[in-house]
Structures are given as C-alpha cells and as structure tokens.
C-alpha cells in the first residue's frame, strides 16, 4: 500500500449540466479524504463530449465547488486540450492488434439483435444498461474495410476485449485484480478479481474524438499520479476496463474508493439527464454550504 501522505485524489466531472447533490457528495467525499490524507485534490474536467459539453457548464462547476469550500490545484486539466495523449494511448493499442473500427449504427445493432432470435428484451447488457456488441464489422476482410474507410463512413474503435484481456492476464503474469478500499455495490471491498467480458468490446474512441470515457480516464489518472481513485458505486464496474487498459499501457494502478450514491425519496440515484435540481438553484434559494452537507449526511 502507498505511503498515504502522498496520496493524490481528484474529482472529474463533465461539463454537460449542472451539478446536484451527488456530485456534491463526490466532490466534497474526495477533496476532504485528500485533506485527511495529508494529499492533493486535483479538479480536471472531463469535457470530451463536445456536443455536449458547454462553457457556462464549466464555469458553474468552478463556482459550485468554491461555494462548497472545495479548493483544488491549477491549473486544471481539461480533457479537451489532450486529445494527442489518447491518440498515443490508441495508436499503441492499434499497434497490439487489440482495437478495430466499427462501423455500426444504433439501427444496424438493434436490427441484428432482433435478427438473431433471441430478441432485444433477451439481450445481454452492459453494466451501463446497454446491449452488448453482437460483432458486427469485427473480424470483415482488408478489402471491406478499406472501401468503407475510403467512403468515409462513421466509425468508432472498439477494444477486442477477449484478445485485451489475454494479453493483459499474459503481460500481467496471471489474472488481473485492483484494491477496493471503499466498498462496491454489494460490499465488496480488499484485493478483487475483475470482469471486463460483462462489457464486452467496448467503445475506446470514434473517428472524430480520439478517446472515449474508458481510455481518457485511464490515461489522466496515470498522467496526473492519481493514487486513489473515488467515485460512486456505479462506476464500480468501470474499474474492470480501466484495469486492462492500465495494464496493456504499462500504467500504474491507483486503488480505488468507491461511495455509495445519494437518491431521492424513491432511490432513484441523481443525474443531469433527469433535470435535478442543481447546487445553483439551491443556492440561489438561500441554501448555504452546510445545509448542503446536511442534505447529503457530510
């Protein structure tokens, strides 16, 4: 286990909305497990969707943490202004032999789901609720893909998880673990085994953003000597395709702190694609910091 005072914790939210009280719980746990810690806290904003990531979004993020008393370090990374970085990551895993292009629409996903027989609602799903990659484009000839590159289609880089996780299981030695100091959605926590199969070939990066979740974050966190990684319980699985990755880079491993997640009255956990009601409309209701970590138990 690293020396905790040279713990180094960050808090990396995307600028596609404003903040609620979940991110507020998340933000506030990792800025003062670091002050506990004796170690930094580092803010880094995760803004690679660009259609949807906006400026005032941004800086209601800058505002909503310096009202909570979070401070961080500057300056802050932004994602967007280190697209070469996961260029490099992707090139190394396309030099593996380890990536693909895929030039699957939703439509022609969902199509050859239903054409298989076994139907959409029988489906395998990913731990984010999506339907697993039935492998179309996956393994078509040189000719084929060369043609479709050549007309331009849209495409994204898909990870070939069973040939990743091989490689990454033969490069580490034997299989793959990571250390959970916190404790996952069904309490488990110490040294654990990981499951990146449960996503299947998962989305690296597309053809006009050269990253996707998954690779940004595994490259940042190495890039910035993050030992300790905290975040909710649902990113718990996460960890498993950040772990094949990490290996396959020849990155470091954090350990991991995963909290539980702050819900509503119905325990519907918090998010900005359901409109809820954002720290600047708390504030703006004469709401102060302190009845802010009432609300969330801090």
């Not at 670091?34 to 803010?43: E, H, N, Q, S």
């Not at 280190?82 to 439509?107: I, Q, S, V």
């Not at 926590?189 to 990981?194: Q, R, S, T, V």
């Not at 470091?252 to 600047?280: F, T, V």
């Amino acid at each position: 286990m690293p020396d905790e005072r040279g713990e180094v914790i960050r808090f990396a939210p995307s600028p596609n909305g404003w903040l609620h009280l979940g991110h507020a719980y998340s933000a506030l746990f990792a800025f003062e497990t670091a002050k506990r810690l004796g170690g930094r806290f580092l803010l880094r904003i995760e803004d690679i969707d660009i259609g949807r990531c906006r400026p005032e979004y941004e800086q209601g993020i800058y505002d909503d943490l310096a009202w909570l008393g979070v401070e961080w370090e500057r300056p802050v990374r932004r994602q967007s202004e280190h697209f070469a970085d996961y260029e490099r990551a992707l090139k190394r895993l396309r030099d593996m032999g380890l990536a693909y292009p895929c030039f699957a629409t939703r439509k022609e996903i969902t199509d050859a789901i239903e054409a298989s027989g076994v139907g959409l609602a029988r489906w395998p799903v990913d731990p984010d609720g999506a339907p697993l990659y039935p492998g179309l484009y996956k393994d078509i000839p040189r000719a084929e893909l060369n043609r479709l590159m050549w007309e331009g289609r849209t495409y994204a880089w898909r990870l070939d998880m069973e040939k990743a996780l091989a490689r990454a299981e033969e490069m580490n030695g034997g299989p793959l673990t990571f250390e959970e100091t916190g404790e996952g959605p069904r309490g488990e926590k110490g040294l654990l085994p990981i499951d990146p199969m449960r996503f299947g070939d998962v989305v690296i990066a597309r053809k006009d953003v050269p990253t996707s979740y998954h690779l940004a974050v595994t490259v940042d966190d190495a890039i910035q000597q993050v030992t300790m990684v905290t975040r909710g319980q649902d990113l718990f699985p996460a960890t498993y395709v950040h772990r094949v990755l990490q290996v396959l880079l020849g990155l470091p491993a954090p350990r991991y702190r995963h909290h539980a997640l702050i819900r509503d009255e119905s325990g519907r956990r918090l998010s900005k694609s359901a409109k809820d009601m954002g720290l600047r409309e708390l504030r703006a209701q004469g709401l102060a910091p302190a009845d802010i970590r009432r609300m969330i138990g801090l």
